[in-house]
């Protein structure tokens, strides 16, 4: 019996060593004609949302650092064609209170990769400033509202996902 309790503990904890977040550093280098460095994150996904199994929402990024340039690349990944202008982005309810709102480089509207797909995805970018980095270094993101041309969605992030933004721009302090 001792054997069997052993067995499913080692289970379980494999399963969850698969489910912990662990944002790296995916590139380094050094840009011969900019001469700066330039530092990318590992690709995370900040929420994902499903019904009865058919993904319904997501949101994956990662960030680049070129000197002291913050950028997030994102894709963000709805059921519906979702159309995007230069106020449409991202408003990032931090755990103090504050907001940070990060508007889209691109604007557009969102298309299907695959036609077997049911999210329609839009990929952009969004300058992340220095006081936004600042204050997205120390604080977690308790919700995302995510601004199209003509609505919005908020989504109340799970509670392990709430740190992995602060966790990724730390990583360039190291």
Known sequence: MEKKKVFCLSI?????CLSV?????KKKE??????????????????TRSIVGVPTMKF??????????????ATISNNVCDGYDKTSGIILLLSDGNVVKLNTNFTGVSSKL????PLWDFETSFNISPEAV?????NDIDEVRVTTVDSYYDIELKTNKKGILRKMI?????
Do not use: P
């Open 114 to 117: 695959s036609v077997h797909s």
């Open 170 to 174: 730390r990583l360039f302090d190291k």
């Open 60 to 73: 994956k990024f990662y960030i680049k650092k070129a000197g002291d340039t913050y950028t997030m690349f």
């Open 12 to 16: 379980l904890m494999f399963f969850a």
């Open 134 to 138: 600042a204050m997205l270094k120390e």
């Open 30 to 47: 050094f840009d011969k004609f900019t001469k700066l460095e330039t530092v990318i994150t590992s690709t995370e996904t900040l929420y």
């Open 21 to 25: 977040n662990a944002q790296k550093i």
